[in-house]
């Protein structure tokens, strides 16, 4: 019976490595993982001059702490490089609020969208369009 449990006690530590190589996290790569969402969307919120509140409102299921976390170590690094924030436009503040993927450029309706046929221009020079325009 002891030799059981002393070969089990040896068997059993290379078979829980094993664990990460078949893709099961253990509790302290999860928590690892949700910290380093959570600085990362505080950071982003903060470069996009997004307040902390609105980063907590837009990110209800990142961890409170971590975005803070984020938030703060960007607004030093911001101020130590004197970078300003980069806000969002208003069509792309739109398209995140929607919950789209689509970049704001490639939304219908947007002044920025391709155009097609006529509107585009095709079979017209850029000389002519600028001439045919009064400034």
């Not at 449990?5 to 490595?17: E, G, N």
């Amino acid at each position: 019976m002891r030799r059981l449990i002393a070969l089990a006690l040896v068997a059993l530590p290379p078979l829980m490595a094993g664990c990460d190589l078949l893709g099961i996290e253990g509790a302290s790569a999860v928590a690892a993982r949700r910290e380093a969402e959570g600085k990362a969307i505080g950071g982003a919120c903060r470069h996009a001059a997004r307040s902390i509140e609105q980063c907590y409102a837009a990110n209800r299921k990142a961890d409170k702490a971590a975005v803070f976390a984020g938030w703060r170590e960007m607004n030093d690094y911001m101020r130590e490089n004197k970078m300003e924030p980069m806000p969002a436009t208003d069509a792309t503040a739109a398209a995140e609020a929607e919950g789209e993927g689509e970049a704001a450029g490639n939304k219908p309706g947007t002044k920025d969208s391709p155009r097609s046929g006529a509107e585009s221009g095709r079979g017209s020079t850029p000389a002519r369009t600028a001439a045919a325009k009064p400034h």
